[in-house]
């Protein structure tokens, strides 16, 4: 499964918030923004330090995108 936090760069668009004022909101570092925009792997402590800056849930910052070849092995699992 991959990870994608799409929903956490809509929300800053929607609150009108730049890179910069979410790094200095909640100290996260321009690697790990950058990782984010990559959809590569951040701690937990990171999105529980984004979510409790911004009072949101994690299911507003992140989702969860299954991926396609698992969708694969099962269908031929059940066949």
């Given at each position: 499964?991959?990870?994608?936090?799409?929903?956490?760069?809509?929300?800053?668009?929607?609150k009108?918030?730049?890179?910069?004022?979410?790094?200095?909101?909640?100290?996260v570092?321009?690697?790990?923004?950058?990782?984010?925009?990559?959809?590569?792997?951040?701690?937990?402590?990171?999105?529980?330090?984004?979510?409790?800056?911004?009072h949101?849930?994690?299911?507003?910052?992140?989702?969860?995108?299954?991926?396609?070849?698992?969708?694969?092995?099962?269908?031929?699992?059940?066949?």
């Amino acid at each position: 499964m991959a990870i994608s936090y799409k929903k956490l760069f809509k929300l800053m668009i929607d609150k009108d918030m730049k890179k910069k004022d979410l790094r200095t909101l909640t100290g996260v570092s321009y690697s790990t923004l950058l990782k984010m925009e990559n959809g590569e792997y951040v701690s937990l402590d990171v999105l529980d330090r984004i979510c409790r800056s911004l009072h949101c849930q994690l299911s507003d910052i992140a989702e969860v995108l299954p991926d396609a070849c698992s969708d694969n092995e099962t269908d031929s699992a059940t066949k």
